[in-house]
Nanobody
Framework: QVQLVESGGGSVQTGDSLRLSCAASGRTVSRYACGWFRQAPGKEREFVAA????????YYADSVKGRFTISRDNAKNTVYLQMNKMKPEDTAVYYC?????????????????????WGQGTQVTVSS
């Protein structure tokens, strides 16, 4: 079993930066793809970014490409989301997720159904 805990959320203004962290415990996630999703009030959960087990390959939603960067430190069992040039439309609860299939990586990691484990979420609010 894997427990994921997000941190780093908060309230910022347009153009500011935040870095979210997702700390895994219970088992190492170094062999598994991980992702970030977000959900705004009244909207469905949407894909933000994903990273494969060794951190070499990534996917990004078009809405965040060029502004957000996903990374991981497998020695610390932690995944990060660096968010720059933030916009009000980035306001949402951000969730970290981890797959349960060792070394598996595909375009399916852009969908919530690819992930077995989820964190509780962290609120990010961007004001104009």
């Amino acid at each position: 079993q894997v427990q994921l805990v997000e941190s780093g959320g908060g309230s910022v203004q347009t153009g500011d930066s935040l870095r979210l962290s997702c700390a895994a415990s219970g088992r190492t996630v170094s062999r598994y793809a991980c992702g970030w999703f977000r959900q705004a009030p009244g909207k469905e959960r949407e894909f933000v970014a994903a990273i494969n087990s060794n951190g070499i390959s990534t996917y990004y939603a078009d809405s965040v490409k060029g502004r957000f960067t996903i990374s991981r430190d497998n020695a610390k069992n932690t995944v990060y989301l660096q968010m720059n040039k933030m916009k009000p439309e980035d306001t949402a609860v951000y969730y970290c997720a981890a797959d349960d299939a060792p070394y598996y990586w595909s375009t399916s990691h852009q969908r919530p159904s690819a992930y077995e484990y989820w964190g509780q979420g962290t609120q990010v609010t961007v004001s104009s």
